[in-house]
Nanobody, 122 residues
Framework: QVQLIESGGGLVQAGGSLRLSCAASGLTFIWSTMAWFRQAPGTEREVLAISDSGGYAYYVESVKGRFTISRANAKNTAYLQMNSLKPEDTAVYYC????????????????WGQGTQVTVSS
């Protein structure tokens, strides 16, 4: 049984930083594509960053230069370092995983975490 457990969300002031973690179990992490999405109320879930097994990283334009995705294969954990946070970054953040190539389409991910709330105050 695959589980993805996110942690690290919370309340932060604009300009601050948070690091989200996604602990994975039940899958071959080293061969998995890991991604971070977020969803704000009334909006669709959007991809933020993707990391595949070959070291490829993708970022959506709105977070380039501010967010960094990384992974510790020995710990079966993916991270999302978020700097220079803005109020518009407020959302529920989700970790997702799939076996195979990277994709920005949320419906192509097989496994999802429960989500962690990030709130950025102005």
């Amino acid at each position: 049984q695959v589980q993805l457990i996110e942690s690290g969300g919370g309340l932060v002031q604009a300009g601050g930083s948070l690091r989200l973690s996604c602990a994975a179990s039940g899958l071959t992490f080293i061969w998995s594509t890991m991604a971070w999405f977020r969803q704000a109320p009334g909006t669709e879930r959007e991809v933020l960053a993707i990391s595949d097994s070959g070291g490829y990283a993708y970022y959506v334009e709105s977070v380039k230069g501010r967010f960094t995705i990384s992974r510790a294969n020995a710990k079966n954990t993916a991270y999302l370092q978020m700097n220079s946070l803005k109020p518009e970054d407020t959302a529920v953040y989700y970790c997702a995983a799939r076996t195979g190539f990277s994709t920005a389409k949320n419906y192509e991910y097989d496994y999802w975490g429960q989500g962690t709330q990030v709130t950025v105050s102005s």
